[in-house]
């Protein structure tokens, strides 16, 4: 059950409006690492996780949290839209100053959202469960997750030196804090987990079913050899289980591939044609 207080999270109020920038904030809205996506993503993984109930208890707080993100943003944008010149373009485009901005707005803002935010990215693309990552193992989701807020934040702080407006850098800025915390915030999870799991996921397959002789080694498959100075390249590996180990290219450990002619109604180019040579 969820319970919603009118009152927002924190401020969303632009000083002025401002459509060409509500276009931009759709992106921290729709797109793959804004808002919708990170709520649904961390809210899928508690309803499903089966791990500790501190872990779902996580998930839940900060996917509802991320919901008040989603009506934060939604309300900025369509305050940004407020009196923002949505009429015919080529009368609009007599007075450059409103002309340049009808130019940049986007104008499924006016037609199809009625001056209202749109569950869609920067380029109008709508949003979509693809976005979204819950697999049950909740190690490869918080590694996600982190993802997910790592792109998020970075995207935010672009965002905040897009705009010039103090109001919206206001509301960016408690979000880019946010941002810090649930990075943060994913990264103790992790580590919980992996001193628990250690780093490979999933750490319960068994580890005699994969080919251990190849599971250390690095091959340099680019011209030059710096990747060699990489922590990767040798040393004890990272889950502590075995040696890192350099090869200068790579190795190919099976055969030259030859397949079986196919059958004739498939009509294939039979095997025995070859390319003619050109002559010298």
Known sequence: MFFHMKELQYHAKPSRPDPIFARQLQEALGGQFGEISVSLQYLFQGWNSRADAKYRDLLMDVGTEELAHVEMLATMIARLLDNAPVGDQETAAKDPIVGAVLGGM????????GLGAMPADINGNSWTADYIIASGNLLAD???NLNAE?????QVTRLYKATNDPAVKDMLSFLIARDTMHQNMWKAAIAELEAQEN???PSIFPRE?????VAY???NL???EESRRGRWASGRSMDGLGEFKYYPQGVAYGDKPKLSPAPDYIFNTPPWIR???KEE
């Open 222 to 224: 680019s011209e030059g």
């Open 275 to 277: 390319p003619k040579k």
């Open 209 to 213: 079913l994969e080919k251990q002789e």
């Open 217 to 219: 080694d690095f091959y």
């Open 106 to 113: 986007n104008p499924q803002h006016a037609i199809v959202a």
């Open 199 to 201: 780093i490979v996921v």
């Open 142 to 144: 918080f590694r996600a």
């Open 150 to 154: 790592s792109q998020g934040r970075l």
